[in-house]
């Protein structure tokens, strides 16, 4: 339960898919001056030290944040995301990657807040003291699904519920269409992202099958594959949105082919686009 550490695997291509396009869903609340809640299930660490022997060890973040670091031609959208992580950074050497509670408090005004849960024993304390800067943030020693429970819906009428599992456990499918029944019986008009790695096409599709058959108004699926699924372990991910900001789709179909011959030169990568439910 306990084996996942995401230092091994920060900035990796996964990581730049999910933030893309968190910083997409974070922006869409500037656009009234109500205050937002974002729940972040799986907070990591919070920030990486891509210096790190463990970040060195397998050196994913090469072939993610790594393709992208010192571009300057990009879609605008793309450039926010590297802005935000430049603030991180000093100079021109990329040293750190920011998890998603930094990334996420990035964008936290006064009136908003964010709650970050984050269960593994080690992990949560360096998460403790690296939000410890700022009221707007609590994080919780609470496992992600219990989390859910009790702290879903939130007293604001706008906000999003952040969810990338480690998928180390067996059932993590299962659990997320778990997930968008409680949304849809707790907060209907909340808005969730969930993650998943794409590491065969059954276990997926059997996930796309049960949302499809859900009532829900508006759920969009996002995919990024950056080789053939002749590759061993993880070759893309996906997100699944529920209640995501109007025009997204039209964002994504802009920017997604780009990451894809970015993070997967040499024309061996593939994205995909589809609402599974739109009203």
Not at 191 to 206: K, T, V
Not at 271 to 279: N, Y
């Amino acid at each position: 339960m306990f084996g996942y550490r995401h230092g091994f695997h920060a900035g990796n291509f996964a990581d730049v898919f999910k933030h893309v396009i968190l910083i997409q869903l974070l922006k869409s609340f500037h656009k009234k001056d109500k205050p937002f809640y974002v729940l972040d299930t799986h907070g990591g660490a919070g920030r990486y030290d891509l210096r790190s022997a463990e970040a060195q060890k397998v050196g994913e973040y090469k072939e993610g944040i790594g393709r992208l670091w010192g571009l300057n031609s990009l879609e605008p959208e793309l450039l926010d995301y590297l802005q935000l992580i430049e603030r991180y950074n000093a100079g021109e050497s990329l040293t750190t990657y920011p998890g998603s509670p930094r990334i996420i408090q990035q964008f936290l005004r006064p009136q908003d807040r964010l709650e970050v849960c984050e269960f593994h024993p080690r992990e949560h304390p360096v998460l403790a003291r690296e939000m410890s800067d700022s009221r707007q943030v609590r994080v919780l020693l609470e496992d992600a699904y219990k989390a859910l429970k009790s702290q879903i819906p939130p007293r604001e009428s706008r906000g999003l519920v952040f969810m990338d599992p480690s998928f180390e456990m067996d059932g993590e499918f299962e659990r997320l269409q778990g997930t968008v029944e409680l949304l849809q019986k707790r907060w209907r008009h909340g808005m969730l992202a969930m993650w998943y790695p794409i590491l065969d096409r059954e276990s997926g599709a059997r996930f796309h099958k049960a949302l499809k058959k859900m009532p829900i108004d508006n759920l969009l699926c996002a995919e990024l594959g950056i080789s053939d699924e002749a590759r061993r372990g993880m070759h893309g991910c996906g997100m699944v949105m529920v209640n995501p900001p109007w025009q997204l789709d039209t964002t994504l179909e802009r920017i997604l082919p780009v990451l894809r011959d970015l993070l997967a030169p040499g024309g061996k990568g593939h994205c995909r686009l589809e609402w599974f439910h739109r009203c």
